[in-house]
Nanobody, 114 residues
Framework: QVQLVESGGGLVQAGGSLRLSCAVS????????MGWYRQAPGKQRELVAV???????NYADSVKGRFTISRDNAKNTLYLQMNSLKPEDTAVYYC????????WGQGTQVTVSS
């Protein structure tokens, strides 16, 4: 049984920082792509950042230079360090595991005030 649980969301002022975590449990493929997606109010879910099992990363243009995605294999945890946060970063952030199958977390709310 696979489970992804996000944590670390909350309320922060513009310019502040926040670190999201995604704890993964269950039997998952070692060859995978893990990522963070977000869905802002009234908008479609969009890619934020991804990292492959080989360590390659990719970011949305809107977060380049501000966000950093990483993974800790020993702890089976995915992270998203968010710096210089802007009000437009406000959204529900979702953790995703992709391989033969795709799994999603329940999401964690990030609210950036101005």
């Amino acid at each position: 049984q696979v489970q992804l649980v996000e944590s670390g969301g909350g309320l922060v002022q513009a310019g502040g920082s926040l670190r999201l975590s995604c704890a993964v449990s269950g039997s998952l493929s070692t060859d995978n792509i893990m990522g963070w997606y977000r869905q802002a109010p009234g908008k479609q879910r969009e890619l934020v950042a991804v990292v492959t099992s080989g360590g390659s990363t990719n970011y949305a243009d809107s977060v380049k230079g501000r966000f950093t995605i990483s993974r800790d294999n020993a702890k089976n945890t995915l992270y998203l360090q968010m710096n210089s946060l802007k009000p437009e970063d406000t959204a529900v952030y979702y953790c995703r595991h992709g391989s033969i199958y795709v799994y999603w977390g329940q999401g964690t709310q990030v609210t950036v005030s101005s």
